[in-house]
């Protein structure tokens, strides 16, 4: 992802939960499950697999926020960024 599409993802954070939004969530694996911890708040169930368990090279996430019947999900190489794709999925499609 680059860092114009990160900035971007930050951004749509912010939008969505103004100041609540941890500081670099989209860049620490710590902050993203601060913003996870938020979103449970708001009824949301939250889950992060590691999608290449046995790979000593390749990483990649899916992050996925349940809510009654609906899920979203976002998966990337970077386990905070897949978090925070899928935090504004589920804020902007399941609030």
Do not use: H
Not at 14 to 33: C, E, F, T
Not at 53 to 58: L, R
């Amino acid at each position: 992802m680059s860092e114009s599409a990160v900035e971007i993802l930050e951004e749509q954070l912010k939008q969505l939960l103004g100041k609540s939004v941890p500081d670099q969530a989209v860049y620490n694996i710590n902050a993203a499950m601060e913003l996870a911890g938020i979103l449970e708040t708001k009824g949301f169930t939250f889950q992060l697999k590691d999608m290449c368990p046995k790979s000593m090279t390749e990483t990649n996430w899916r992050a996925t926020f349940l809510k009654e019947d609906a899920v979203f999900s976002a998966e990337n190489p970077q386990s905070s960024v897949a978090v925070c794709m899928a935090a504004v999925d589920a804020l902007r499609n399941g609030s």
